[in-house]
């Protein structure tokens, strides 16, 4: 493993490997024909002429190896074009699939770390750091990330811009045969041909509860083209600087992306075909939106806490940290404030080539570099500064035992005014006076710190006087009375870098008879990914709108001997954060062989079939540092400064030598899908479509960190066994389909079990977690008139889990798999809505047009747990646009999204949730003390946006 080494990996990561490139050279089935997906051309005298097509006769290239009539590929598809996405402002790439059928995205996180999941498979997709499990995004028909890991996800990395033109979504089916990760459904979003003249393009939101000014972006394009229209260069792009709905001050979403597009078509005397080379630039800073909460009293019927309105303010100011690099010299200093910062630079071949009117070559290759540098704070939780967890266990006490000397804890704001101030009184002292009763703080006897040693004497923060409201839970009182006010935010920060080096190509050939076609080809990637982790601070910070910022804390002894617990940035306790320092590197190869048959014996009846072999190697190296320093334990340790009197730095961690670990693993898989459908007419046909599927392992890279995780194989992750049942039907004015889906699925972590020797581990029986979802996905266009259009979409699902493994005993007393326990859990799916509704309404009236589009989604159970009975209310949005074209080459759109200003909640927790008593769970918590304090998050408020388009 020591090509994989940390101090050369992300040298030999830029190494280009000439055999990939030569295996990469021809180029993929999936991409080939995007530049003719939009629209098809008859030659003129002097240019092409745009023929305008709907989706009867749709050319499909997602998913099903090469350009396929839609009526003819029996697939389960949606596209969106130039003028359904012109209609409304999307707010991310993301955002844009939320009307396609089947469909569910949670976009609340804003610009980029979104989930999207089909057809109720909501397992794997929990966070915004894996919201892209069971699906794929493709960018040209290649992925945008071809092997993806936590925190490293397709939607971090593709932005739609002014030059992308259509969007295809594939849902279950033939999508699992056409490229990695993608049994779920593919979203293929094609960039459009290369036009003639220039684009500027102004785009201004108000956001918020006070409408400010908040979103700010330009596009722009030009393109030029030959006289021949043979030859065409284009370059597009956009700037954008968001503060968002809430307004921290600073600008939570900078940057921007362009594109460079070259096309150059040809004729020969062995056949005509086209050349597209575009290269990509991304560079684009988000921040994470759905960690920010508002508190309220209740969560079905919220009651507002003075002070805390629905765009509260909860980012962080100021924080600045400078922490050792552990696994290479020196250190480097972070900003939690900054946010993520996303960079892709792709180089990208497509090609087609036709002889004649039988036989075909298409392909694509893509070399990029992704990287994603993280610097976050993440609020945890809400504590008392009378409770440990915001003081002893904070910053390390509890392992140097300072706090077994009588003293005060000091907390200083960025002025270094003293805010607060807790009394420790332990060993017979009695110091203080506690600030709200005017009596004298305890004594306490014992000098080991006790639960009730803490004593507030002063406390100036703003919302000392919140109550959380607590009360009896299963018995217990929660919380403790000493914790239900003078509450601050306890807060620790995020710090990583991500990498990946990729390289993609696919190749296909395909030959058309009469009545039949059959084509092969091979997809093949290779990635050189880097994951490097640094374990941070912990903080206190005030808790109020507009004022998180951490305070600076020490320790005052009796006896007056200062010791300082916080760095300037007000982190303390390094290495001691929920996040552990490791250094990770992979390199990852897919060997994809695939191929495709299609058969039309007569004007009845279509046939399809496609297969796909999907062999992986992996090979990772990973070293961990979680083991604390020999000298953390005592107060004359002079941590990494060298001085024992600044305590924050002197617990920090080493390499583990156990936990460096390299593996070797490979896995093949196979995945097939086949459909057969009859055309009552030339306006119905109905199909049916099996489909046998599995998910290769996401996560290689810190997939083997452990001795222990050595033993689980590198896949498969997951699978799928679909069933498709559709009605597709209509004309150019009237056209849709309806799909019955019924879908097994499974997932599995391949858990580990300590055996007898309490040393050595055991993979665990079969543990894959068996779920179904069935239901009816239906949509259409509908052209009531010349100047009105309807289009519904409709998804029905019904979903439950059927065996959800839990192993208990799992080695705990030594005695291996002779005491292991097997519970299977059972119930609904979590986060899945029963019903989903979509509607587009667009009327013309002479320069006018006028768009309303309302959605509305089910209540969604927050998990699978039968004891659990949280929901997630039902969301209802309306939107309105009015866009007018009167003017020369000009449309002006107005947007106003959430226009009725309806607030509902997509996320809540208890803020007692933490340091729960045995027996007491959350949802027990949330059931017994329902108007207790709660941290929901809400649903953007209305907000307006104003589009101005001029082409030259």
Not at 629 to 637: C, K, P, Y
Not at 771 to 798: C, D, H, Q
Request: charge should be neutral.
């Amino acid at each position: 493993m020591g090509g994989l080494n940390p101090q050369r990996g992300r040298g030999r990561a830029l190494q280009v490997s000439h055999m990939v490139l030569a295996l990469a050279a021809g180029a993929g089935a999936l991409s080939a024909n995007a530049a003719y997906a939009q629209a098809t051309t008859t030659p003129a005298a002097d240019k092409p002429v745009t023929v305008e097509s709907t989706a009867v006769d749709e050319v499909i290239v997602t998913g099903v190896m090469v350009g396929t009539a839609a009526k003819k590929a029996n697939v389960s598809f949606s596209v969106l074009n130039e003028d359904d996405m012109s209609k409304f402002t999307p707010i991310s790439a993301d955002d844009m699939l939320r009307d396609m059928p089947g469909v569910v995205v949670e976009s609340n996180d804003g610009v980029a770390r979104n989930e999207v999941f089909t057809r109720g498979m909501t397992i794997g997709t929990g966070a915004n750091t894996s919201g892209y499990f069971w699906t794929t995004i493709l960018e040209d028909g290649l992925p945008v990330v071809p092997f993806k890991f936590s925190g490293f996800q397709d939607g971090y990395f593709y932005r739609a811009d002014i030059s992308t033109s259509r969007v295809e979504s594939v849902r279950g089916g033939s999508s699992a045969t056409g490229v990695t990760t993608s049994v779920g459904a593919t979203f293929n979003y094609i960039t459009g041909k290369v036009k003639p003249g220039a684009v500027i393009q102004t785009r201004v939101g108000f956001e918020g509860e006070d409408l400010h000014l908040s979103w700010k972006q330009v596009d722009g394009a030009y393109g030029w083209v030959n006289e021949a229209g043979d030859l065409g260069v284009g370059v597009s792009g956009f700037y954008r600087r968001s503060s968002g709905q809430v307004d921290p001050g600073f600008d939570l979403n900078h940057g921007g992306q362009f594109r460079v597009n070259l096309y150059k078509d040809y004729n020969t005397d062995n056949g005509g075909g086209s050349l597209n080379l575009v290269y990509k630039h991304l560079d684009d800073t988000n921040a994470e939106l759905t960690t920010f909460q508002q508190p309220t009293y209740g969560y079905q019927n919220p009651e507002e806490i003075p002070g805390f309105g629905r765009d509260v303010n909860l980012f962080m100011n100021g924080g600045k940290q400078t922490v050792p690099n552990y696994f290479k010299p020196g250190s480097h200093t972070l900003d939690p404030s900054d946010g993520y910062r996303y960079k892709q630079d792709a180089l990208s071949l497509r090609w087609n080539h036709d002889i004649g009117e039988r036989l075909t070559f298409t392909g694509a290759a893509r070399i990029q570099k992704s990287t994603y540098r993280g610097q976050s704070y993440k609020p945890q939780q809400l504590a008392s500064l009378a409770s440990a967890a915001a003081t002893r266990e904070r910053f390390g006490l509890n392992i140097n035992n300072l706090d077994r000397t009588p003293g005060y804890y000091v907390f200083t704001n960025a002025a270094g005014q003293e805010v607060a101030r807790v009394a420790n009184n332990v060993a017979g002292s009695q110091l203080g006076t506690n600030y709200r009763t005017g009596a004298a703080c305890p004594r306490v006897t014992l000098a080991t710190w006790q639960s009730n040693s803490l004593c507030i004497v002063g406390n100036t923060l703003p919302n000392r006087n919140i109550d959380m409201r607590g009360g009896v839970v299963n018995g217990v009182n929660l919380p403790a009375e000493s914790a239900t006010q003078d509450l601050v935010l306890l807060t620790r920060a995020e710090d990583n870098y991500r990498e990946s080096v990729d390289y993609m190509g696919n190749f296909t050939a395909t030959y058309r008879g009469e009545t039949w076609s059959v084509n092969g080809g091979l997809y093949l990637s290779r990635s050189e990914q880097v994951n490097d982790n640094w374990a941070n601070g912990l903080g206190v910070s005030a808790w109020a709108d507009g004022q998180v910022q951490n305070l600076n804390v020490k320790y005052v002894t009796q006896n007056g001997t200062n010791y300082q617990l916080t760095d300037a940035g007000g982190w303390g306790s390094y290495g001691s954060g929920l996040f552990t320092t490791v250094s990770q590197r992979a390199r990852i190869m897919e060997l994809s062989p695939y191929a495709g048959f299609a058969w039309s014996p007569t004007r009845h009846w279509d046939f399809n079939a496609s297969i796909k072999y999907q062999y992986f190697h992996a090979r990772t190296y990973s070293e961990t540092w979680d083991t604390r320093n020999s000298g953390a334990a005592s107060l004359t340790n002079g941590g990494l400064d060298g001085d024992p009197l600044t305590v924050y730095d002197n617990v920090y961690m080493t390499k583990t030598p156990a936990k460096v670990i390299g593996a070797d693993k490979d896995l093949g898989l196979v995945d097939y899908s086949v459909a057969l459908g009859y055309n009552f007419n030339d306006k119905h046909k109905i199909y049916y479509r099996y489909t046998d599927a599995k998910q290769p392992s996401s996560g290689v890279i810190n997939r083997y960190s452990t001795a222990a995780t050595l033993v689980r194989p590198l896949g498969p992750t997951a699978y799928i066994k679909g069933h498709e049942f559709a009605y597709t039907f209509g004309d150019r004015r009237f056209n849709g389909q309806v799909t019955y889906f019924y879908q097994n699925f499974a997932v599995n972590d391949y858990p580990t079990g300590i055996d007898k020797d309490n040393v050595s581990t055991y993979l665990l029986p079969d543990n894959f977690n068996k779920y179904f979802t069935r239901g009816i996905e239906t949509w259409a266009k509908w052209r009531v008139t010349k100047n009105l259009e309807w289009n519904p979409s409709v998804t029905f699902l019904n979903g439950k889990t059927t065996e959800a493994y839990v192993w208990l005993n799992t080695g705990a007393n030594g005695n291996g798999a002779d005491d292991d326990v097997l519970r299977i859990d059972a119930g609904l799916l979590a986060r899945s809505p029963k019903w989903t509704l979509s509607n587009t309404v667009s009327y013309r009236y002479k320069d006018f047009r006028l768009n309303v589009r309302h959605r509305w989604m089910d209540e969604r159970k927050l998990n699978t747990n039968s004891l659990d009975h949280r929901f997630l209310p039902a969301q209802d949005n309306l939107d309105v646009s009015v866009q007018y074209s009167g003017l020369k080459k000009t449309m002006v759109t107005l947007d106003v999204r959430n226009v009725l200003d309806k607030a509902y909640i997509s996320a809540y927790d208890p803020m007692i949730s933490t340091n729960l008593p045995t027996g007491v769970q959350v949802y027990d918590v949330v059931e017994q003390l329902p108007e207790s304090g709660y941290l929901v998050k809400r649903n953007a408020p209305r907000s307006v946006w104003l589009t101005v388009r001029k082409e030259f």
